[in-house]
């Protein structure tokens, strides 16, 4: 997982000698040293995006978790791949992080289940119940749609990718232009030095459909410019499972959204127990939304559509939506910090 620095504004790491090796034991502890110092500054947990790091040995992913139980925090991962093909299926890789929470004591949360393990999420979601059921402390999250979005020249499309995912080069489609890629435009994408992001439409209804209702799995966006996810998790869920299927009530729905992600930040920091609750004593964080009418506009053709139906967005006691329309300069918004640092009881 050790590599060169990142150019700006990179988040994933392109495939190659930095991604698909082996860290050394100089660079494990250069890793260690650095994840210390960021939890110092208030980090609230270690993340790992393994499935962008394939060289990771699962040692080097147990020494890892170890430096989060040691410091008594949790492991937010990306686990190792996806798909049926063993080896390197989704069963494998949750059976992996799983694993490292077991040896270590550290606390584990999974993201985005239904992109993680695709068609087989439900067998993993099983693997978080037993894993829950033995005392172990793992959660997951899921969000509403059949595709997800990455870096088209990152190591989730390193070599076998198409048998992994049980897709081809035109269920990749780049969000900015919809263009269905080729074999000869994948390439040209995969092995350029510039990041472009694409849409993976690897799932399927039926499958989302069935982990979004389950009880152990939170509502997230994931969001970045170009999914529509970004502007639509939230309301889509509301609009489709609440109010359309009715395969979730509209408390579930509102627990998976607020209490549930509280209580696994409270692992964190003391100041998630102020958060998601609506009650005297809590952090004046409220959304006011009309049931019969929140819906999500958003779509892959256009993904920055906001949604309608919320009346009033309040956060720390400051109105940010007002009677339906963006309160302009309003950034009330402050950073949750971890133990390390001493500002920790920070409000979001």
Not at 287 to 295: C, D
Request: glycine share 10%; hydrophobic share 40%.
């Amino acid at each position: 997982m050790f590599g060169a620095p990142l150019p700006a504004g990179t988040i994933l790491p392109k495939s190659g000698a930095a991604t698909d090796q082996a860290a050394t034991p100089e660079q494990i502890e250069a890793m260690g040293g650095r994840l210390r110092s960021e939890l110092d500054a208030g980090g609230l947990a270690i993340g790992m995006g393994i499935q962008y790091t394939p060289g990771a040995t699962r040692l080097e992913v147990i020494d890892m978790f170890r430096l989060a139980a040691e410091r008594r925090l949790p492991v937010y991962t990306h686990v190792r791949s996806g798909g049926h093909v063993e080896p390197g299926s989704s069963i494998e890789s949750m059976s992996e992080v799983i694993g490292a929470a077991a040896i270590t004591g550290a606390s584990l949360h999974i993201v985005h289940i239904n992109s993680s393990c695709l068609r087989d999420s439900l067998e993993c979601l099983s693997m978080v119940e037993g894993a829950r059921a033995r005392g172990l402390d793992v959660t997951t999250e899921a969000h509403p749609y059949i595709a997800g979005m990455t870096a088209v020249n990152s190591a989730l499309f390193n070599p076998g990718w198409r048998e992994k995912l049980a897709i081809d080069y035109g269920d990749l489609v780049l969000p900015d232009t919809g263009e269905h890629l080729t074999k000869e435009r994948f390439d040209e994408l995969h092995n350029s030095s510039a990041t472009r992001w694409v849409l993976i439409f690897a799932n399927t209804q039926e499958v989302v459909d069935q982990v979004i209702p389950h009880q152990l799995v939170m509502i997230a966006s994931d969001g970045a410019e170009g999914h529509p996810r970004n502007a639509g998790t939230y309301s889509r869920v509301l609009a489709q499972y609440v109010r359309d299927k009715g395969t979730v009530t509209l408390m579930h729905a509102v627990r998976k959204m607020s209490l549930m992600p509280a209580e696994m930040l409270e692992r964190s920091t003391p100041a998630a127990r102020q958060k998601g609750r609506l009650q005297e004593g809590a952090d004046a964080d409220i959304v006011v939304f009309e049931a019969n009418t929140i819906r999500d506009r958003s779509t892959f053709e256009k993904p920055m559509e906001p949604s309608v139906g919320v009346q009033y967005l309040v956060v720390g006691g400051t109105v940010v939506i007002d009677e339906g329309k963006i309160v302009p300069d309003a950034f009330p918004g402050r950073a949750l910090l971890g133990p390390g640092n001493v500002s920790s009881g920070a409000g979001l």
